[in-house]
């Protein structure tokens, strides 16, 4: 059984920072990328940025520049560093462990999902 479980959302002032975590723990053998994506009311989810396990990375148009995504392999562990946030940034910020290898075969999977608001 794999889970994934994000942390690090939680309301900030429009400009201000935050930084999301995910780890994804269980008997897992290897994961191939990790993600973050987001879905705000009425609106379809969407994809925020996404990291290898090679280290290769991309990004939705709208948080180029604004937003790092990073990763620690060692730990299954992906981080969303997020700056100059904007209230359209306002969303659930999911998690997503892609390709997930264990003994059992490979899977993707998501975590619950955490609340970003951005509001004065």
């Known amino acids: 059984q794999v889970q994934v479980v994000e942390s690090g959302g939680g309301l900030v002032q429009p400009g201000g920072s935050l930084r999301l975590s995910c780890a994804a723990s269980?008997?897992?053998?290897?994961?191939?990328?990790m993600g973050w994506y987001r879905q705000a009311p009425g609106k379809q989810r969407e994809l925020v940025a996404v990291i290898t396990g090679g280290g290769s990375t991309n990004y939705a148009d709208s948080v180029k520049g604004r937003f790092t995504i990073s990763r620690d392999n060692a730990k299954n562990t992906v981080y969303l560093q997020m700056s100059s946030l904007k209230p359209e940034d306002t969303a659930v910020y999911y998690c997503?462990?892609?390709?997930?290898?264990?003994?059992?075969?490979?899977?993707?999977?998501w975590g619950q999902g955490t609340q970003v608001t951005v509001s004065s």
């Open positions: 269980g008997r897992i053998v290897s994961i191939n990328a």
């Open positions: 997503k462990a892609a390709s997930v290898a264990t003994m059992r075969g490979v899977s993707d999977y």
